[in-house]
C-alpha cells in the first residue's frame, strides 16, 4: 500500500505561554498528488498546522508523517534537512532574500538538499524552466529579488518551493497581496507546475473564492480543535 503524502494521527500541540493556544488533530490525510484547501479565518491556527506539517513546530503528542518517514522521530538537524528535501514551502511573506539575486533564491533549498538537487541535471536551467512557466520576464534570473513587484516576487517563492519536484508543497496564503485576475493567473501557473512535478499540494487561506481548483476544499475545524488558555 502506498504511504499517503501527508498524515496527521492523534495530534496535540500548544504554544509556550500564559495564553497558550493548542490544537488537536485527530486525523487529517492526503494522498499523492492531491490538492487541498484548509479554510480557516485569521487567528484559527492555520499556520500553527502548516509549522506541524513542515516540521518548524513538533507536535506534543501524536504522529506527523510525510510518506513514511514520522518525523517527530527525527532530530532538529535531520528535520530541517527532511524538509529541505521533501517539502517546498511558500511563505506568506515570501521570505526571499531581498539583496540575493533570483537565481540564488531559487537555488536556495538545494544547497541543504543532495537528493532534491540530484533530481534535476542542471540547477540554473530548470530555475529559467521555471521563471519562464510562471510567466516571469527574461532575464529575471539576475536581478535582485527585492526590486522585483510583488506579484514577481510571489512566481519567484513558487519557483522556489517547485525546484527539484519536492513530494509535497505547503503554501500559507500565497495569493492574499493579489488582486483577483491575478490570483487566478497564479493559481493556474502554480498547479500545473505542481502536476508536472506530481507534487501534493496543500495550501491554507481565508478565501472561499480559492476552492474550485483543488480536489478538496476542508475548513479548519473539520479536522482540528483549538483552544485558548486564557480568556
Ligand atoms: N510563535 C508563536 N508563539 C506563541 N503563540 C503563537 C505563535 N504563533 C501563533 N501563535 C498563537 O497561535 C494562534 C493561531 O495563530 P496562527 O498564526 O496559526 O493562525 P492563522 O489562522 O494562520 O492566522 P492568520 O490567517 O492571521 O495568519 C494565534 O492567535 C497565537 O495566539
Known amino acids: 500500500m502506498t504511504d499517503p503524502a501527508l498524515a496527521l494521527t492523534d495530534v496535540t500541540f500548544a504554544w509556550p505561554g500564559q495564553d497558550g493556544f493548542s490544537l488537536s488533530c485527530p486525523n487529517f490525510r492526503m494522498a499523492v498528488g492531491e490538492s487541498v484547501l484548509l479554510l480557516g479565518a485569521s487567528g484559527s491556527g492555520k499556520s500553527t498546522l502548516l509549522s506541524l506539517v513542515c516540521g518548524i513546530a513538533t507536535a506534543t503528542s501524536g504522529r506527523v508523517s510525510i510518506g513514511a518517514t514520522d518525523i517527530g522521530t527525527l532530530g532538529a538537524g535531520a528535520r530541517d534537512r527532511f524538509r529541505a528535501e521533501q517539502i517546498g514551502v511558500i511563505f506568506q511573506q515570501f521570505n526571499l532574500l531581498p539583496y540575493a539575486r533570483v537565481l540564488d ?43 522585483l513587484s510583488v506579484g514577481q516576487q510571489q512566481r519567484v517563492a513558487v519557483a522556489r518551493a517547485l525546484i527539484g519536484a519536492p513530494p509535497l508543497i505547503v503554501a500559507d496564503e500565497p495569493t492574499s497581496a493579489l488582486d483577483a485576475a491575478t490570483q487566478d493567473s497564479f493559481l493556474r501557473l502554480l498547479f500545473e507546475q505542481a502536476e508536472q512535478a506530481r507534487s501534493s499540494l496543500l495550501m491554507v487561506s481565508h478565501d472561499e473564492r480559492l476552492g474550485q481548483r483543488f480536489d478538496r476544499v476542508i475548513r479548519l475545524e473539520e479536522i482540528v480543535t483549538t483552544r485558548r488558555a486564557a480568556a
Open 105 to 147: 533564491n531559487i537555488l536556495l533549498p538545494l544547497r541543504f538538499a543532495p537528493k532534491r538537487k540530484a533530481r534535476i541535471g542542471a540547477p540554473a536551467q530548470e530555475a529559467a524552466r521555471l521563471c519562464a512557466a510562471l510567466g516571469l520576464p527574461d532575464g529575471v534570473l539576475t536581478k535582485q529579488a527585492g526590486r
